[in-house]
């Protein structure tokens, strides 16, 4: 069986923003996903060129508008190239094949009787490219969709018979109720078309950057509709009205979309498509809206996400990640550093990356980097079991969209391993002579690791290729047909050092959003006195960002001994989580003994400069209340694992 994925076809007249990363993050993502499975799977983006807004846009730029479409066209090529975007084909609606096949298209509705000539009169979005009828405008002069001041169109067109498809329309999203993803999404499709469909007009003449119509029509001072044009490269890349060639793809398994363009890809491309009689798409997945930091981005307010600026300063597949993990499909999401930093400490650098850089280390340690699974199943058959329900539950999420499921799902991976490590201590096992079982340990972890990277692979690919080199195998789909869905220990031998993949990101990396212009003037100095009567207190508080500067963790008292000759110190092994405990040296041994302490957690400040105390290295600093009393060490109420983030 095949699989068809598509991106939609970006405008060109801006380069490519954060909002058009997270569509093709997804699509690259499931069209991974599928040949992972071993799915012969064709991947399609592109760009769409031609309207209205493109020909002014490249009018405002002085360029001639092919030299301009050209321009932008090659900023979104270089960009998913640059980005590793795995498509099949990128398409441009000024291909010389694309515009033959949207020729023979209207020829074809033609030819049915679907399209006819009339007179149309009424408003057009040129930023939507979208004709609406009087009675939709807002205010009798605005576009109901992005609010900006609509034109008066008046001129002769050809128009489809779109309303003849009102029922068909109906049947299929009543026969079909996972058409549109997420469901919730279907109703307000539904609802237009109940409403009632009013023919499309199909053509423009005020304007000549468009496909040109077919000779057999012979009239040659009409273009090709933009979206009429753009809607039909989803077949025309397969080669409809060329080389038909790739046509056995279709119908495509889903057309991914931002939701301000469902209404054409639901409504308007099903009824060409019958048209055609041609079979449908069988999802359409319409996705939320990004905004950074709260708020709507424009150009005007300066603060529109540079997917290349994010990637250049945090890594493009932390991006997918952070994109993937932040938002359940279907929801608007938002951009901000803050919580793009935070995941990236807490979730790939603490849970993932550590886990792997504790498993490179004690595998040195231990046996010399050779690490073999022999005694996986006697000593961890629960770890096994555990891993296995996790990894038998995943599929479901990818195919239903929820990547911020499927990742919180497979996160569990890292917390089995690190909870296994925690409770097995092999470098006690290995002190007592029980090597075995520490070495078994290590190869449980390492299993579960090598499966949780194939399982990320489609949204962390180049990462977790180099996990899989450090474990010695490599990811494809036959490791993922023995591994994942045979169950298959990995025998791992000779695995190898890589250099941290997740560093820690203390501070923003990027300059931070301007903030949105106050409307008015009035507000402006409303704004201005509120800063004044706030100003007093304010001196001493500071931002939550300045809080999240400091490192706090909870750490596990691994080791607790006295420092000789010293009437305050303790010297301490903490466990934060991380490839080896790290030395604490505190001054807390008039109120505690190592006895107290051992096996006990305590809150650390992880991200503090080492220092000396004693000629001793101290690594951390523990949190404590003193008062009249004596000291108390701060800890958490409830066992927590080792590097768990306090905040
Ligand atoms: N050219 C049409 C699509 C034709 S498909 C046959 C188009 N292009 S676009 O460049 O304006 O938008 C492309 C995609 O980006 C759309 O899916 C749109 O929803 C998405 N986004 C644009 N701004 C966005 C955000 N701020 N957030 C998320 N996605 C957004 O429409």
């Known amino acids: 069986m095949s699989k068809y994925i598509t991106t939609p076809i970006y405008y060109v007249n801006g380069e490519a923003h954060i909002g058009h990363a997270y569509t093709t993050f997804i699509a690259d993502t499931l069209a991974r996903y599928e040949r992972l499975k071993g799915e012969d799977t064709f991947f399609l983006t592109g760009t769409d060129e031609h309207g209205q ?20 066209s090659a900023t979104f090529k270089n960009l998913w190239d640059e980005f590793d975007i795995s498509y099949d084909k990128f398409i441009r609606t000024t291909d010389e094949d694309h515009m033959k096949g949207v020729q023979k298209a209207f020829e074809v509705m033609f030819a049915k009787g679907d399209i006819y000539k009339d007179f ?19 205010d009798g002069e605005f576009c109901p969709d992005c609010g900006r001041t609509t034109s008066v169109v008046k001129e002769e067109s050809y128009f489809f018979k779109l309303s003849k498809y009102e029922d068909k329309l109906l049947e299929h999203y009543a026969n079909n109720p996972d058409f549109i993803m997420p469901r919730s999404r279907a109703n307000e499709v539904i609802n237009f078309v109940k ?9 423009r003449t005020s304007f000549s950057w468009g496909v040109k119509m077919p000779k057999s029509i012979g009239d040659d001072k009409h273009v090709m509709y933009v979206w009429l044009d753009a809607l039909l490269n989803y077949i ?20 991914f979309v931002g939701k301000d363009i469902l209404r054409f890809h639901a409504i308007y491309w099903p009824a060409f498509l019958m048209s055609l009689d041609l079979p449908l798409p069988k999802h359409i997945g319409a996705h939320g809206w990004w905004t950074r930091d709260g708020e709507k981005m424009s150009k005007s307010k300066g603060n529109v996400v540079s997917p290349k600026e994010v990637a250049d300063a945090y890594g493009v597949e932390n991006l997918r990640y952070f994109m993937l993990r932040e ?29 792997l850089n504790r498993i490179i280390g004690m595998s040195g340690k231990y046996s010399d980097f050779e690490i073999d699974s022999v005694d996986v199943e006697k000593y961890h058959a629960k770890e096994i079991q555990k891993m296995n329900i996790v990894l038998d539950s995943l599929d479901a999420f990818l195919e239903n969209l929820q990547t911020h499921r499927y990742l919180e799902e497979l996160w569990k991976l890292f917390s089995i391993g690190n909870g296994v490590i925690q409770e097995c201590e092999p470098w006690v096992k290995m002190k ?48 993922y047909k023995e591994m994942i869905l045979e169950k298959k220990l990995l025998k791992l031998f ?67 001994e006295e420092v000789p000759k010293s009437k305050k110190l303790l010297k301490l092994q903490v466990d934060l989580g991380e490839e080896t405990p790290r030395q604490v040296v505190a001054g807390i041994k008039e109120f505690y003994s190592p006895d107290d302490l051992l096996n006990t957690q305590v809150c650390v400040v992880a991200n503090l400069k080492p220092a000396k105390l004693m000629g001793m ?3 951390g600093m523990l949190l404590a209340a003193k008062d009249e009393d004596g000291l108390c060490l701060i800890r958490p109420q409830k066992p927590k694992k080792a590097g768990t983030p306090i905040g």
Not at 120 to 138: D, K
Not at 195 to 203: E, F
Not at 526 to 539: F, M, P, Q, R, V
Request: net charge negative; hydrophobic share 35%; proline share 6%.
């Open 617 to 619: 290295m101290s690594e």
């Open 195 to 203: 409403g009632g469909l009013h023919d499309l007009s199909v053509t």
């Open 236 to 255: 025309t890349a397969l080669g409809y009205g060329s080389s038909e060639e790739l046509m056995n793809y279709w119908p495509a398994d889903i057309h």
């Open 327 to 355: 938002v359940p499909f279907g929801q608007d999401g938002d951009f901000s550093q803050r919580a793009f930093i935070d995941r990236i400490n807490s979730e790939l650098s603490n849970d993932l990356g550590n886990l």
């Open 120 to 138: 149309y009169e009424g408003h057009y979005c040129v930023s939507c490219e979208t004709f609406f009828p009087q009675t939709q405008l807002v």
């Open 432 to 479: 007592n002579g029980q090597k075995d079982e520490a070495l078994a340990t290590v190869a449980v972890v390492a299993n579960i690791l090598a499966k949780a990277a194939i399982m990320l692979h489609p949204i962390m690919p180049n990462t977790t290729n180099i996990i899989a080199d450090a474990l010695n195998f490599e990811i494809n789909t036959a490791s």
């Open 494 to 560: 000779n695995i190898k050092k890589v250099p941290p993949l997740f560093p820690r990101v203390e501070e923003p990396l990027m300059q931070e959003a301007p903030k949105g212009e106050p409307e008015t003037i009035k507000e402006e100095q409303n704004s201005k006195n509120k800063e004044k009567e706030t100003k007093k207190e304010d001196d001493n508080l500071i931002g939550i960002g300045q809080f999240f500067e400091t490192s706090l963790k909870i750490g596990t008292v691994v080791a607790a």
């Open 53 to 72: 807004k493109i020909e002014e846009s490249a009018e405002k730029a002085g360029k001639p508008t092919q030299e301009f479409a050209d321009e932008i």
